[in-house]
């Protein structure tokens, strides 16, 4: 469901103006209802629930009165449990507290804790019990796994440099981002940009990575190698890398989450350039992964990708985009292709195209609680709301 406004968004058109009323209700609707899911609360959410809930009543009641069903009642039990769903917030906390939701997927466990592990009397207390002893032997087993990682990490810290699969030992379980998937045999600079000679984000590849080199040095205060500019050489090697894992910090309930990222020509037969959520000094863009590396200057390494922004200019808004609270994005040329450091990602992302507007994108804010806050912060910050 939290894709049909963006499927069907070109297709019903305000023209059509009861399949029109209906999408908007559906989105109005989807964000309601990713206000109830958010897994931490506070006031401010509470109050933009609570807006989100009049906006659906409103759009319902537009859109009873269109397709002239204004005697359907619309206050059966299930529908009258959004009119007070904030108030058993605050009094009972967020809806996983009370909801059916979270006990739906452990039907089946349930089951075979009553077939297997119960007398069939009584089994309340027993099936209680037998999850007590779960969670014990979880804890144990997380507490010895913990160790572990950490005695690897250990002895990896005190083995030797030389060992070839060094970079394949995590040292920590603390990261923002981690590149994988490294390609066996490293690449001169030359050799990409001949590899990728039709591809126009390769234009100029070797003096874009000079020049962010140098920008970086320059902003972070750094003495540059030898007192001189870099400027790496053709046959100057990389190392690429096509997958990259991003944790971040959830502006929900500020826990960790992670995305998994390709960014690899051949991944299961498709080619697969993922989309990222970048942050830059001047404000948080989008932009498409189309090619991650590391380089080495002096003894410090780099780990990079090369990113088309999408945060070219866009037209007016339009008044689909008001009605169905879209963010549109516009790619930049291929040849305007940018190298940031991977530690710009803020995490993944997923975009979709407007067939209807060749080179826009729009922002699917659906799919978690996490990206639909950062959103609905950006439409504030942009004069949206």
């Not at 529908?79 to 058993?88: E, G, Q, R, S, Y």
């Not at 540059?224 to 050489?233: E, S, T, V, W």
């Not at 995490?347 to 922002?363: C, M, N, S």
């Amino acid at each position: 469901m939290q894709l049909v406004v963006f499927a069907c968004h070109d297709v019903l058109s305000p023209v059509e103006k009861e399949g029109y009323l209906l999408l908007r209700c559906l989105r109005a609707y989807i964000e309601f209802d990713l206000y109830t899911a958010l897994e931490l609360h506070t006031v401010h959410t509470l109050v933009a629930g609570w807006e989100a809930l009049v906006t659906f009543n409103v759009l319902m009641q537009r859109f009873s009165e269109k397709t002239e069903n204004i005697k359907k009642n619309w206050n059966f039990p299930k529908n009258h449990t959004h009119m007070h769903v904030f108030d058993d917030i605050e009094a009972k906390g967020v809806t996983r507290n009370f909801s059916t939701k979270p006990n739906e997927k452990m039907h089946g466990p349930l089951k075979e804790k009553y077939q297997r592990r119960t007398n069939f009397k009584n089994v309340a207390e027993q099936i209680l019990q037998v999850d007590h002893l779960e969670l014990v032997s979880e804890l144990i087993r997380c507490t010895i796994t913990d160790y572990d990682t950490y005695t690897s990490a250990m002895e990896k810290n005190t083995g030797s440099p030389d060992d070839d699969d060094a970079d394949e030992v995590e040292q920590e379980d603390f990261f923002h981002v981690r590149l994988g998937s490294r390609v066996k045999h490293p690449l001169t600079l030359e050799a990409v940009e001949q590899r990728s000679i039709t591809n126009k984000a390769f234009i100029r590849f070797q003096t874009k990575l000079n020049e962010f080199l140098n920008r970086y040095f320059t902003a972070v205060g750094k003495t540059l190698p030898g007192g001189k500019r870099i400027q790496f050489q053709p046959n100057d090697q990389i190392m690429e890398f096509k997958y990259i894992k991003v944790n971040f910090e959830s502006v929900v309930d500020w826990c960790q989450y992670t995305d998994h990222l390709w960014c690899n020509p051949s991944f299961h037969g498709c080619s697969r350039y993922d989309c990222v959520l970048l942050k830059t000094q001047q404000q948080d863009i989008f932009g498409r992964l189309i090619f991650m590396f590391q380089c080495a200057v002096g003894e410090e390494s780099f780990p990079l990708a090369l990113v088309q922004p999408y945060d070219a200019p866009t037209r007016p808004r339009l008044a689909k985009d008001v009605h169905l609270n879209l963010w549109r994005v516009r790619e930049q040329p291929l040849e305007s292709a940018e190298i940031f450091s991977v530690h710009s990602i803020i995490r993944g992302a997923l975009l979709y195209p407007d067939h209807t507007r060749i080179g826009d994108y729009l922002v699917i804010d659906t799919l978690d609680t996490d990206i639909f806050l950062r959103m609905q912060k950006m439409h504030k910050a942009a004069g949206h709301h």
